[in-house]
């Protein structure tokens, strides 16, 4: 069974960067898409960027233009740069991955937009 496990997040003033990783071990069979979701504070969890197997990217509206999600397939690695932070980027970001049959969730990681 896959277990992903993010890193990358933190504390960040608005305007910075911040680059999200997310290690996928096991052996995946049939991937459709992996993708980074978020939860904010009393909020429902969203769907912030996707990747499709093919390579097919899409954004939120409110990412589009500031955040870039990429795989390394060769590190088993999922990305997601994000420019231009803002303080409602605030969440915890969770890595998704979606096979076939199976969908699994990382654990999350904590990304705060202060000053």
């Known amino acids: 069974q896959v277990q992903l496990v993010e890193s ?3 504390l960040v003033q608005p305007g910075g ?3 999200l990783s ?3 071990s096991g052996s995946i ?3 459709r898409s992996m993708a980074w979701y978020r939860q904010a504070p009393g909020k ?4 912030a960027a996707i990747i499709t ?8 509206d409110s990412v589009k233009g500031r955040f870039t999600i990429s795989r390394d397939n060769a590190k088993n690695t999922l990305y997601l740069q994000m ?3 803002k ?5 915890v970001y969770y890595c998704n991955l979606q096979e076939t049959f199976l969908t699994t969730w990382g654990q999350g990681t904590q990304v705060t937009v202060s000053s």
């Open 8 to 10: 990358g997040g933190g």
């Open 17 to 19: 960067s911040l680059r």
């Open 22 to 24: 997310c290690l996928a």
């Open 29 to 31: 069979v049939s991937m």
């Open 44 to 47: 429902q969890r969203e769907l």
């Open 53 to 60: 197997s093919g390579g097919y990217t899409n954004y939120a």
């Open 83 to 85: 420019n231009n932070l």
């Open 87 to 91: 303080p409602e980027d605030t969440a």
